[in-house]
């Protein structure tokens, strides 16, 4: 074929040297079953969604404590398919977080956190740490009398984490109370500075993945049926994220997510209930003793909680050739927070 | 090489976490929150006190008394029920009397009382007690 009988689209795949890149795509390997190995993937997928639809918002929200309120008000009722875009975004931050607590137990339950995977393991947890950020300071942009509630018992809570608590505290409000500080504070990270952390991290852990992919099966065991990563992996991973499409839209378009009150500093904080992913720990620190075996009693729990994070951070060097007993711990944990989750809800 | 990158990353990183650190409030020490006549015998109204919710509250002998609004639970913000002439979170059900003593419910302690001063006519809350 002559140069001016090739199709149009040859001169960008030309330019963009595809066949040498997809030729490089299908070398690597993904693994052919499982359904947890589509979780990160859809994961970032969420992650795109939110950054999209998170630009789209910021056209008309302001994060002013005097108007943000009104701005919200305004594009779920004023702008064309407002309520759409806002809706998108919470539910995919809903979906997101989700998603990337999943992908911690379906990583601890195959018990792949072992040796060489120990840098995908702790960048991912420090992607969960940026996620629940980025869904908690989103949570106050609002200025709705709840999010305004949420801002004061999530940083509450911050203070109880030894040694770091105060500073936490301090940093999540912007100051010592909860101000418009808190908001511009909490504007500037959502949109600017975790955003930014976390598509470096993403970056990071997709490299750390590349380098020491984590389905390869250990000496002496069965190896794992692969596909070629492209097209077939990322054929299979469009199949996963056209499925959440429906099911975000699905959610945003019927389950509705009202805004409430404005806040307002001087009324009774309602019953607040925080966001689904903090529910199993608010409801272990609500009905928590004042004190507790001679200490502050949410503090002491705050505490054991820091403390079996960070051997669960550890899990790679505490459980370095990956025992069942991790496997067991983690249902059971799941089991343990599903019924928390469940009892503060009822 | 390394010691370059530690010195520079220190160089970037004290300023940057100086300026994300945050400033102390703009305003403090004593306020005014209004007139003493705004503020009837019996009754507790909430003020807001460089940005901090707070009580004042008036008993029948007249003397007028700061509490923080804030509970000791978890921090929400606490209201008076004139119905039950009572103080209480609705987030926890924490229940505290008009003196701001703690009743009932989880809160672990009474509410903060603050100090305070009549200056020309004026209620003005001059800060914690103690």
Not at chain 1, 167 to 188: D, I, K, Q, W, Y
Not at chain 1, 329 to 343: D, F, T, V
Request: with cysteine.
């Amino acid at each position: 074929m002559s140069t001016e009988e090739r199709p149009r689209t040859g001169w960008l795949q030309d330019r963009l040297g595809w066949s040498e890149l997809t030729a490089s795509l299908s070398a690597l390997r993904a693994p052919r079953r499982g359904f947890m190995f589509y979780l990160g993937g859809l994961t970032l997928f969420l992650f795109l969604v939110q950054v999209a639809s998170g630009i789209l918002l910021l056209l008309h929200y302001r994060p002013d404590a005097a108007v943000a309120f009104d701005s919200v008000e305004e594009i779920i009722g004023n702008i064309p398919y407002g309520s759409l875009i806002r809706g998108i975004h919470v539910w995919a931050s809903d979906l997101f977080v989700a998603c990337l607590i999943a992908h911690l137990f379906s990583v601890v339950i195959r018990r792949t956190y072992k040796a060489p995977h120990e840098l995908a393991w702790l960048s991912g947890h420090a992607a969960l740490v940026l996620g629940v950020g980025l869904a908690f300071t989103g949570a106050i942009l609002p200025w709705s009398h709840k999010a305004y509630g949420q801002a004061r018992i999530g940083s509450e809570l911050a203070r109880s984490v030894p040694i770091f608590g105060e500073a936490m505290r301090r940093f999540m409000r912007g100051g010592e109370e909860v101000s418009p500080s808190t908001l511009n504070h909490a504007f500037g990270f959502h949109v600017a500075v975790l955003p930014a952390a976390l598509t470096l991290l993403v970056a990071a852990h997709g490299f750390f993945l590349y380098r020491k992919p984590a389905y390869v099966a250990e000496p002496g065991t069965k190896p794992v049926e692969t596909i070629p990563l492209y097209p077939d992996f990322l054929v299979r991973q469009a199949v996963a994220w056209t499925g959440i499409i429906v099911v975000l839209m699905t959610l945003a378009l019927f389950v509705d997510r009202p805004l409430g009150e404005a806040a307002n500093p001087l009324a009774p904080t309602a019953a607040v209930r925080p966001p689904w992913y903090f529910l199993p720990f608010h409801q272990i620190v609500r009905s928590s003793p004042a004190e507790l075996i001679g200490f502050n009693g949410p503090k002491f729990i705050v505490g054991a909680a820091c403390g079996l994070g960070l051997v669960v951070i550890a899990l790679p060097f505490v459980d370095p050739r990956g025992s069942k007993i991790t496997t067991w711990a983690a249902w059971i944990m799941l089991l343990i927070l599903a019924l928390l989750a469940a009892s503060a809800l009822l | 090489m390394g010691g370059s990158a530690a010195a520079f990353a220190v160089a970037m990183g004290y300023p940057v976490a100086r300026f994300i650190e945050p400033r102390p409030p703009a305003e403090s020490g004593p306020a005014s929150v209004g007139k003493v006549e705004e503020f009837p015998v019996g009754s507790v109204k909430t003020v807001l006190v460089h940005d901090r919710p707070v009580l004042i509250s008036r008993a029948q002998d007249g003397q007028i008394r700061a509490f923080s609004a804030i509970c000791t639970h978890l921090q929400c913000i606490v209201g008076y029920s004139a119905e039950r002439n009572q103080i209480e979170c609705p987030c926890h059900q924490g229940v505290y009397s008009v003196e701001g003593q703690h009743l009932s419910g989880p809160p672990p302690r009474d509410l903060e009382e603050m100090s305070v001063a009549i200056t020309d006519g004026l209620v003005v809350v001059t800060g914690p007690i103690g």
